[in-house]
């Protein structure tokens, strides 16, 4: 499909006029953009189109309406940075919509972001189906996250969780001093726990079992929080004798029991990883008042279309706006009828909308916090459509993310109908076909970084054809993108049986072992939960190897409930070892960035350390590390800068009047390599990088791989917190590559193309196709098909999404894929393969 021009051409009062834009690698610019047309960015990753559309127009846009509101209002947003620019005119209001994973509480769920709860409860209050002589509830007492709704044994989450001794003391041979109450923690804390102990007069070096139930017990499950002297070091018997002489304790300890401290860490904890220590000592179960429904009985007693509302939030959606459109075709005129069709029509022409972006298969009880940013924006972008908003300007931030090439067309015409109401669009965006589509079109580059930030073209799209140095051109406007890539033979298979999780039921399915595979399919068919979740968490339970998710410090999308199913028959002879390179970030925090993930910095500081002024005064390594107190700043502590809150304002952060950014001591500053500081270095990007170690063989090899990805733009000291997720992906990329394993690893990436322009996608492709050579295995879970033709081996799910996906739709090489015809991925795969690749050895 195509989005047809408007009637009347934009006039020069038609314009966004932007003058004297230097956000980030942005270099002066001037341009202007029309409105009331489809917009969109192009440009390599880093390029500076996100730094245009988002840190400059949207920034701006919302600073004028913030200055509109009180305050004290004001002081409740979260506000961008005042963009770094001259002047911009013409601009109307502006809603982003950007890439992030869904947040918020686990109460938070599809049906509540989307409003279709509120809606849904007033169905079942107006409407429902009570039993008889029950009152009539209103629509609150359906929601499980109010007090008169929500189940009173579970509170409304469904789930229960509790400990027992066997849970808390896995292993009672122990006494306490040997760690037996494993539910403790480990560091400092746990020991002041056994110390409190000591001074109560518990034997902490008898076996737990041997010790009498009554202490233990008390020791596991006791609310009380008592307080004692402790005296580290010393018996029973010597802290009494202290406590007698009146000696002064070391502190005074605080105790808590064992099944306390679990659940305040699992409810409370702010850390991925404590809470999930925490869980692995609880059992978790479905809620046997609610049966994990989450509402009180009254609320589950009513009904509509012979379902409780319960049920009704667990179907998929396309399933719902059926149910209401046959639970309401009574010709009936009392009030309750006349409700239930308003109310029911509402809800389906909202559902429509998410049906048309090709999200008919999430129910509304799914939690916010499993869905994809794909899933997340595309949902949000349903919502305003149906707000029917007029003259805004939407920025967002690549939509097509998580789409299949099969949901593109839905995508457009949802685009077409914001802009048909009376708004601009302003789409950062790498998917050809969507570009294809562009009324207008703003290439930002040439390159990344300081080599970006120049406004190479701005027009119509049939302009971009001549333009010069643009690297989105060729990609475009390509007469033949055909791949020529003959298919590699597996050195064997690793073969699943009995997969359950999701929408997956009984899958039984081989993955070829020493290739390339891609894993194809409509958006919700089951991808990441076969590659992300089952296959990661199957195999790395398998070689011994923990999660990477229970690894993962970060806060990531809560895995649903429960342990995916299945077994490995075969195969694993040919994996030691699983890596699952994904575009979470490589750090929380500043403080992480490029040279501390890659292990570089540890090398650079070595080297510093080395110098003959730092062994005259005697630093080491340590020394060089702005996270360590010797050698940062004392008075940002290694941050480079302080934080002016000005309450009605954006915070400022200025320079640390101390180290002027630097973040180290003066005397640690005065340590020189070849001519440079510490500082000097981490402020370098990793092309100058590559050029002034190039005789350090150890920073040289790290360097080179970071460059050969496509990453000569960022900064060694550029904090983590500042790279998009495919600098994080290509960086983690990078890592794998220059430890230089023998093989017999299984990498495992899911949309690695999500964020990449198409020449960074190449990049990304010619490092996965070196890892394979390495001996290893690579498998992708991809919408991009320039990649999936030049994998050697493609599994193709479907053949819909949810409960209509999860089956193996065809298997095999790209080009037998392109010839199925049940695939639904088989037109769009067939523009990029070649007829004259070679099969390998068939599946078992």
Known sequence: MSLQEPDTAPGDDGFVHVRGAREHNLRDVDIDIPRDRLVVFTGVSGSGKSSLAFGTLYAEAQRRYLESVSPYARRLFQQMPVPEVDRIEGLPPA??????RGGGSERSTVGSITTLSNHLRMLYSRAGTYPPGAPRLEAEAFSPNTPMGACPRCHGLGRIHDVTERTLVP???????????????????????????????????????????????????????PTYPVYPGLTHEQVVRAIARRMEPSYQGTFTGARRYVLQTFANSQSARMRQRAEQFMLSSDCPQCLGQRLNTDALAVTFAGRNIAQMTALPLETVAETLRHGTQSEAQDAVAIAARRIAED??????????????????SRSVQTLSPGE??????????????????????????????????????ALQNLRDAGNSLFLVEHNLDLIRQAQWVVDVGPGAGTHGGTILYSGPLEGLKTTPYSRTRDYVFATNARASHTPRTPGGWLTLEGVEWNNLHGLNIAFPLGVLSAVTGVSGSGKSSLVSQVLTRLVTQAVGQKNPEDENDTDTPDMPTGEPQGRITGGLEGIKRVAVIDQKPIGRTPRSNLATYTGLFDTVRKLFASTDLA????????????????????TCEGEGST?????????????????????????????HYRGRSIADVLAMNVEEAATFFANEAGPAQSLSTLLRGGLGHLRLGQPATELSGGEAQRIKLATELQKQRRGHTLYILDEPTTGLH????DRLMEHLQELVEAGNTVIVAEHDMRLVARADWVIDLGPG????????????????????????????LARYVSDTTKPPAASP
Not at 174 to 194: C, D, H, Y
Not at 355 to 360: M, P, S
């Open 95 to 100: 809603i982003a919509l950007q890439q992030q």
């Open 171 to 225: 292993d009672d041979t122990l006494s306490i001093r040997e760690r037996a109450v494993a539910a403790w923690p480990t560091a400092w804390q746990g020991q002041n726990l056994r110390d409190i102990l000591i001074t109560k007069g518990v034997d902490v070096d008898t076996p737990w079992r041997d010790l009498p139930a009554k202490t233990r017990n008390w020791i596991l499950f006791t609310d009380e929080t």
């Open 347 to 364: 809800m389906a022409a909202r559902i429509d909308v998410l049906l048309g972006l090709g999200l008919g298969y999430l129910q509304m």
């Open 376 to 413: 997340y924006q595309r949902l949000r972008l349903g919502t305003q459509i149906r707000s029917n908003l007029f003259g805004v300007v939407y920025v967002l931030d690549e939509p097509s993310a998580g789409l299949h090439p099969a949901d593109t067309n839905a995508l457009l015409a």
């Open 615 to 634: 062994r005259e005064r005697h630093y080491d390594a340590g020394h060089f590390s702005f996270n360590v107190a010797k050698g940062r700043c004392p």
């Open 643 to 671: 934080m002016v809150e000005l309450l009605f304002l954006p915070s400022v952060y200025a320079p640390c009047p101390t180290c002027h950014g630097a973040r180290y001591k003066a005397e640690i500053l005065e340590v």
């Open 758 to 761: 198409p020449s960074d996608a």
């Open 801 to 828: 999404a949810g409960d209509k996906g999860g089956r193996v739709v065809a298997q095999g090489t790209p080009a037998t894929i392109a010839r199925s015809t049940d695939s639904v991925t088989a037109p769009f």
